[in-house]
């Protein structure tokens, strides 16, 4: 089983930066592909982005590519995702997703393994 706590939401205003950190346990992180998702007020959990455990590769959707970075310190068993640039629909709920597998491209839903219970991140226009 593998453990995951996320934190660093809140409120912010648009064009504002935020951190969010996601910290494993519980098994050897290194070999977790690891990934963020993120769901607004009445919509569908949607794909952020997702790193590969394997070569790193990384896999970013549209709607933040060139804005949100995901990185890893496997020394840390953590993930972060750095958000820059932040817009009103980039609020939600973000979760953070871990894979035992190793990715050949974005990640959905119904392959994650493990799951965080998400931290709130609201931008004010």
């Known amino acids: 089983q593998v453990q995951l706590v996320e934190s660093g939401g809140g409120l912010v205003q648009a064009g504002a930066s935020l951190r969010l950190s996601c910290a494993a346990s519980?098994?050897?992180?290194?070999?977790?592909?690891m990934g963020w998702f993120r769901q607004a007020p009445g919509k569908e959990r949607e794909f952020v982005v997702a790193?590969?455990?394997?070569?790193?590769?990384?896999y970013y959707s549209d709607s933040v590519k060139g804005r949100f970075t995901i990185s890893r310190d496997n020394a840390k068993s953590t993930v972060y995702l750095e958000m820059n640039s932040l817009k009103p629909e980039d609020t939600a709920v973000y979760s953070c997703?871990?894979?035992?597998?190793?990715?050949?491209?974005?990640?959905?839903?119904?392959?994650?393994?493990?799951w965080g219970k998400g931290t709130l991140v609201t931008v004010s226009s």
């Open positions: 519980g098994q050897t992180f290194s070999r977790l592909s």
């Open positions: 790193m590969n455990w394997s070569n790193g590769r990384t």
């Open positions: 997703a871990a894979v035992r597998t190793v990715l050949i491209g974005p990640l959905s839903a119904s392959g994650v393994d493990y």
